[in-house]
């Protein structure tokens, strides 16, 4: 995730909100967090359950950032877990939300215990984003406060064993592909502005969209190259034929193909940019500052130079 500086407060991922069609997920949600159990009640996990790319963290997201969560919970924070999940990235993670930035200490027994110390007492919701095993979650609980104070955590997976591990009974929530209204709907807001389209262009959209069988992520992709190319018949045509040809049941592959698509529309200098970030570790936060500053080393960005 990009950060301004190494100051950063939120230190939350910068998603887009494309909530298109999830209003009910989004109640049920705001419910099990802040309603079900009251500012009492055990400890809750409620598992986002789905495939990549089908929303689960702008959903997770957009829970989190809600006025009525900020205001139920003393403590809310966040973590991103990744494949290869390392237990003191995580605990660092949620350490900068409940004390800020500076730590004197790296051992990873301690920070457990800073960070246990930190919720103890207070009402949390913690944020446990792409969680892919469940030896990720064993390795992190019992960092987390059993108090009978109404604290929540929000995990998201692709990996219904994980689900099923970590949550609490009955609170899973399966997140599925998006029916043909609401894809429209989304595809709209991102490639027109939500602006009427030409009925040629709606045509070819409608097209599109069913290619994309109801996956958010390759709607989003798609209808953002045909937002920041010029709209022609030719190019919506074109894009059309693409989106055609990366059609499969495999819905890993899928996204693949279609962030495929997405860097061969780039022109040759953001290619290299976007290849940079291949250096940095997955999941890691990249201060923007220090990116410019690799991206002129390395040549990528010229300084223009202005007259005296």
């Given at each position: 995730a990009l950060v301004q500086d190494s100051s950063s407060?939120?230190?939350?991922?910068?998603?887009?909100?494309?909530?298109?069609?999830?209003?009910?997920q989004r109640k049920r949600l705001l419910v099990e967090l802040t309603q079900h159990g009251g500012s009492s009640g055990r400890l809750k996990v409620v598992p986002i359950v789905g495939m990549g790319g089908i929303g689960k963290t702008t959903l997770a997201k957009e829970v989190y950032d809600d006025a009525s969560t900020r205001l139920h919970f003393d403590v809310c924070a966040w973590a991103t877990i990744s494949q290869q999940h390392n237990v003191k990235e995580i605990l660092l993670s949620l350490l900068r939300h409940t004390?800020?930035?500076?730590?004197?200490?790296?051992?990873?027994?301690?920070l457990a215990d800073m960070l246990q110390k930190s919720l103890k007492g207070k009402r949390d919701l913690i944020v446990l984003d792409d969680m892919w095993k469940s030896e990720a979650w064993d390795d992190v609980r019992l960092c987390f406060p059993s108090e009978n104070n109404g604290s929540r955590i929000l995990l998201t997976t692709r990996n219904i064993e994980v689900a099923c591990s970590a949550g609490t009974e009955n609170l899973s929530l399966q997140m599925d592909l998006m029916g043909p209204v609401e894809s429209w709907k989304l595809f709209q807001s991102i490639a027109s502005a939500n602006e009427a389209l030409p009925s040629e262009f709606e045509t070819i959209g409608k097209q599109i969209v069913d290619k994309c069988q109801g996956l958010p992520l390759t709607i989003v992709v798609v209808a953002g190259l045909l937002s920041k190319s010029e709209r022609t018949i030719e190019d919506w045509e074109n894009v059309a034929e693409d989106v055609k040809s990366f059609v499969t049941n495999d819905p890993d592959k899928q996204c693949l193909h279609v962030l495929g698509l997405s860097y061969n529309h780039l022109t040759s200098d953001l290619k290299a940019c976007l290849l940079y970030f291949g250096v940095f570790p997955e999941d890691s936060e990249i201060s923007v500052k220090r990116l410019m500053s690799l991206w002129i080393a390395a040549g990528f960005l010229k300084l223009e130079e202005t007259g005296g």
């Open positions: 407060e939120k230190h939350t991922p910068n998603v887009e909100n494309n909530m298109v069609g999830r209003d009910d004390k800020g930035d500076k730590f004197n200490m790296d051992d990873e027994a301690e």
